[in-house]
């Protein structure tokens, strides 16, 4: 996740914007303790930093009087899913079996823990750009009835080998996850809103093809103090596409048949709840949970720099 604190802009400046320039001032939210949200105007916003080449405009926004995260970060996340996916095809060592009517896969619930590093910069103000590697592990289990006879007669028709399956199966799994992500961000006052848009691939160790997920995610929230912690709230929903196959064998005497069984997120959208807690100017803690038919748990610390 990103730091939610993005731009904020002093009231005073649209009233001295006639006057001529005048120097950066920190926000107004008063008795925070972080400097770019205590509300006292001697001091200025602007840091003179190795990394302050990025944002591009970084210094002429800063000179306006809005206040930027520091640019580069670094994050490790935790997070929890567990979710409906729906079966779209079910095939058997290549053979579709699922539109002739030979085996049904009402619905598959999938629990998914995964272990995320993330890199991200601002290249604009409004505007970051990050990398995803990441460790995932899950298991998927749903009920599964198959009737065989019709697709391998002669295997079916040697004795011992019962061709008509009715079980439920459970599949572990776990594979390395790569991806990129986008945000557009912006905050007037003590309120922010951003757009996060990101793409994974996941190699995983059951499948012959990887996995593939789009997230969309929007929030709006709430910058400031509550008891003796400075950070953010927000509301917002996710949106989630993933696509992947699960590779269950399954033994028919001496032989073993290979079902590829392909999935997909049976409700995409959720909602989700969250706060960031702002240690400092460069160290924070998210915390976020959803909730819907899908449910959800991360918790991400970042270091800003």
Partial sequence: MMSFNVLAQDDKLAS???????PATLRENPSTNIPYEKGDSSQNVCEERWTNFLPIWGKEACARGYVL??????SVGYMHQDQPFDVDNIFINGQDVKTPGLAVVNEVQNEETTYTLRFDAWILPFWNVYGILASTDGEAEGPLTLDLAPVFPVLCSLPGNNCAVDTTFRIKYDGDVTGWGTTVAGGYKDFFGMIDYNRTTTDLDISLTDAKATVISSRIGWNGKIGGFSGVLWVGAMYQDI??????PIDIGEDTLLVSIEQATQVPWNYVIGGQWDINRSLSLLVELGFHKRTSQMVNLTYRF
């Fill in 16 to 22: 001295e914007r006639d006057e001529g320039p005048s």
């Fill in 69 to 74: 995260p520091r640019p580069f970060g670094i």
């Fill in 243 to 248: 696509a992947q196959i699960l590779d269950l």
